[in-house]
């Protein structure tokens, strides 16, 4: 083999393993939010791609505050919702984890977590209608103000193929 041809099969190569890196992050289904003593999560949005049928979220507590003293969830709703959603959490107190029981305004949402303790939810993006306007938000008392962004379902078109495809609906989140 030639020193020009070894050389283009070299980049060919290469070529290959980065199509292949871009097909795997095409699909963006999985997020890891942080969230500290400060009242902060460690980001102001997040986005999914459209093709997922379902989203793993986890949710990590990088401070020290004991659950009961300054714990954490992530709640995803409707932007218009989240106000009296938090209000309603307020007075179901911690042990609902902050949270009316059952309410459907509640798309998805993690248990309250303490300093160190990491959760990990899964939930169907069928709750999800293209071009909604969600956000994300702690629903401890107090947190909902400093702690909430938008949350994006990116390629809208590849989102409403997908639910107009009876096999790609999922069954409904808990
Ligand atoms: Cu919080």
């Not at 992050?25 to 997040?46: I, K, P």
Request: proline share 2%.
């Amino acid at each position: 083999m030639s020193a020009a041809r070894a050389r283009a099969a070299w980049q060919l190569g290469l070529a290959l393993v980065a199509s292949a890196a871009g097909t795997s992050h095409a699909g963006n289904c999985q997020l890891t939010v942080e969230a500290n003593d400060m009242m902060q999560f460690n980001a102001r949005a997040l986005q999914v791609d459209a093709g997922c049928t379902e989203v793993q979220l986890t949710l990590r507590h990088v401070g020290k505050q004991e659950a009961h003293v300054l714990g954490h969830d992530w709640v995803l709703a409707r932007t218009a919702d989240v106000g009296a959603l938090a209000s309603a959490g307020i007075a179901a107190g911690f042990d609902k984890g902050y949270l009316p029981t059952g309410d459907k305004r509640v798309i998805a949402a993690t248990k309250i977590v303490g300093g160190g303790e990491v959760t990990t939810i899964t939930f169907s993006t069928a709750n999800l209608a293209a071009g909604g306007d969600y956000s994300f938000f702690c629903s401890y008392p107090g947190h909902t103000s400093m702690m909430r962004g938008r949350f994006q379902v990116t390629g809208k078109e590849s989102l409403a193929a997908n639910r107009a495809n009876p096999a790609n609906q999922a069954a409904p989140s808990r």
